[in-house]
């Protein structure tokens, strides 16, 4: 497994339509995590999952986002009706917890996708 | 609530020793790691401290002060490679182990 990745890289949307990313975890990694990061902060928590189960949603998360992760391996975070404020760098993040033959708690990080909103 | 704070930026002389400091308040406990990050790149975890004490590992060690609520991340043998952003993140008691970061140190290393 090469680790945890994300798609797309790079999305250019103009305000007011809809976006969709979708991250693959670290195959044996149950935990999964959104963030989003902006230029010059550190990332900042949007939501968690584990298996496919959303244990928990940032305050941050308005009701324009949605994130699901079906089947408990993928995970896809949707933002409807794009505003400029959601420009941002989108990351995921994987993690083995308890149920996992090693669970670490380490997070490992994908590539993120990097919206920007006209 | 949750407050971590860590110097905005750093710069070093290639082949010095820096210490990065992250001082945090967190409503409960349950470790701190850093992480580093190029720019436009994901961040890479470099250590995770749970119990007070120094964590090494090749040019970076970690420290940890509970009581304190400090944390250090020490380079040595800097190299050029190491210009980055140094992030501090702490999680707490809980069921998500979600990560909360600091702003992170631009840390700039000139030869």
């Known amino acids: 497994d090469t680790g945890v990745s994300q798609n797309p890289r790079h999305k250019i949307t103009k305000r007011g339509q809809n976006v969709t990313f979708r991250c693959d975890p670290i195959?044996?990694?149950?935990?999964l995590y959104w963030y989003r990061q902006t230029l010059g902060q550190g990332p900042e928590f949007l939501t968690y999952?584990?298996?496919?189960?959303?244990?928990?949603k940032s305050r941050l998360l308005s009701d324009r986002f949605s994130a699901e992760r079906p089947k408990g391996s993928f995970s896809t975070l949707e933002i409807q009706r794009t505003e400029q404020g959601d420009s941002a760098m989108y990351l995921c993040?994987?993690?083995?917890?308890?149920?996992?033959?090693?669970?670490?708690?380490?997070?490992?990080f994908g590539p993120g996708t990097r919206l920007t909103v006209t | 609530g949750q407050n971590i704070d860590q110097p905005t930026e750093m710069t070093a002389t290639e082949g010095a020793i820096v210490q990065i400091n992250c001082t945090y308040q967190?409503?409960?406990?349950?470790?701190l790691f850093w992480y580093q990050q190029h720019a436009g790149e994901a961040p890479t975890f470099l250590s995770y401290n749970v119990l007070d004490g120094l964590e090494e590992k090749g040019r970076f060690s970690s420290f940890l002060s509970r009581s304190k609520g400090y944390s250090y991340l020490l380079l040595k043998e800097l190299q050029m490679k190491d210009s980055a952003s140094y992030l501090c993140a702490v999680t707490s008691t809980g069921n998500t182990d979600k990560l909360i970061f600091g702003t992170g140190t631009r840390l700039q290393v000139f030869p």
């Open positions: 967190t409503s409960g406990f349950n470790g």
């Open positions: 999952f584990q298996n496919e189960a959303q244990l928990e």
């Open positions: 195959s044996e990694h149950n935990r």
């Open positions: 993040a994987s993690s083995s917890g308890p149920g996992t033959s090693v669970p670490t708690y380490e997070q490992y």
